[in-house]
């Protein structure tokens, strides 16, 4: 709560007062100008929305250096940032929701055609969000860099792991340690062995460097991804029809362009790593026989255990609809 009123006094001080007519938002990102995801579904998003709008809406975006990561979620529901590109993971404090989406199929079509997108949505406006996009991957979207090889025995053995809790049971599976850390002291840990490992969506490692201080791929990828962006409830019902629809129209085309693109754009960085010196270490077959159900088994547990309601609402629904076992 204090670092929500000094958001509040810090933005009033800052920013003048906007007409009422206005339409000039402001988004936190959980990620800072050079996460990998941002070209394919961040910075079209801005774009796309003011174009499609003719410039009626204009978004500036803040990064993990105004607000951390794992504080997010609060200031925007309160309106002082009006949308939010994040994930799961770094409001589980608050509500374990989109960290269990990890655990559903990678299925766009099925997301839009089971109302999983709406379900969540409901269970967000208790925060006063509107969820306007759930951009989704297929299988294969994370993966952990490693400073050495896996052991003889295929496992990460007592080794120390960066991640957020959604590698809590793949990391805990191959042995690893999870140690929870912001991406921005990933590069850090590594080069000095703070940490053995770190884990992170399929790509970044190229765009932070960490292949210079990690040379080593864990194979195979696990894992779907889904991060959405939400806007502050009461910004989004003051909107107009009009701009209520762009904004679902930019949203949907983002999500089409990125469940087709994903794949692409994650073997191409991988070749270039390649190029770079990085090499191809793999889990031994125990452990990949293991590593689905690591994966789903985790996310679903810790939801319920965080918030056994609305976390078995969402896990009933989403076996009801086949997106989920």
Do not use: C
Request: avoid cysteine; proline fraction near 6%; charge should be negative.
């Amino acid at each position: 709560m204090k670092f929500l009123k000094s958001i509040l006094i810090a933005s009033a001080l800052v920013l003048p007062a906007l007409p009422a007519a206005a339409k000039d938002y402001r988004l936190l990102s959980s990620w800072d100008g050079n996460y990998a995801y941002n070209p394919y579904i961040l910075d079209p998003f801005v774009e796309e929305l003011k174009a499609a709008t003719d410039g009626r809406i204009s978004i500036t975006v803040s990064g993990p250096e105004t607000v951390p990561p794992f504080e997010q979620l609060e200031p925007v529901g309160a309106g002082v940032f009006q949308f939010l590109f994040t994930h799961g993971a770094y409001h589980f404090g608050t509500t374990p929701v989109m960290l269990a989406a990890d655990a559903l199929q990678g299925d766009l079509t099925k997301v839009r055609e089971s109302g999983i997108f709406d379900e969540m949505d409901k269970l967000y406006a208790k925060y006063n969000l509107k969820l306007v996009m759930l951009p989704v991957t297929p299988e294969g979207a994370y993966h952990i860099i490693l400073r050495d090889p896996v052991n003889d025995e295929g496992n990460l053995e007592g080794r120390k792991v960066r991640g957020s809790l959604t590698y809590k049971g793949v990391i805990e599976m191959l042995g690893g340690v999870l140690v929870v850390m912001p991406p921005a002291e990933i590069y850090t840990g590594l080069e000095k062995g703070v940490i053995d490992g770190a884990a992170w969506p399929i790509i970044g490692a190229l765009d932070y460097n960490w292949y210079e201080v990690a040379p080593y791929l864990l194979r195979p990828g696990f894992g779907v991804n889904y991060e959405p962006i939400f806007m502050n409830l009461d910004a989004w019902n003051a909107l107009s029809e009009e701009d209520q629809k762009a904004i679902m129209e930019v949203s949907r085309k983002i999500e089409d362009s990125w469940f087709v693109d994903a794949p692409k754009v994650w073997k191409e960085e991988e070749d270039e790593l390649k190029a770079r010196g990085m090499q191809v270490t793999e889990m031994g077959e125990d452990e990949q026989a293991k590593l689905a159900e690591a994966w789903t088994t985790s996310l679903w547990q810790m939801a319920e255990e965080k918030d056994p309601e609305a976390a078995s609402a969402l896990h009933d629904f989403a076996r009801s609809q086949g997106m989920a076992d």
